[in-house]
């Protein structure tokens, strides 16, 4: 059980990062070439090379040589299904403390 509870906070860990969401998102339909982050998130090859590796030590993203270029592609489907449930249980929460704040409440009691 501490394996599984250790690679569950690696995992989250790779994930803590908005550009390496983006990324999970970027990926979800189909593998992507590093020359195409560089092109779609407007950052170095450095910036997303290294985003790239923490994504891929933590078992997210795969990647292939295709001549010159690198490859890359989720793992695993679910990691959009775990990113997309995150996000829906954040929205629930933000909309929650903006109800109490209306409301006069003290969401932090």
Known sequence: MDFLLAELAEIFKALAHPTRLKVIYYLKDRERC????????????SNISQHLAVLKRA???SSRRVGLNVHYRLTNPKFVELVDLLKDIVIEETKKESENLLKGEDFNA
Not at 34 to 45: G, M, N, R, T
């Open 34 to 45: 590093v020359c195409e982050f560089i092109e779609e998130f407007s950052l170095e090859q």
């Open 59 to 61: 078992g997210i993203v």
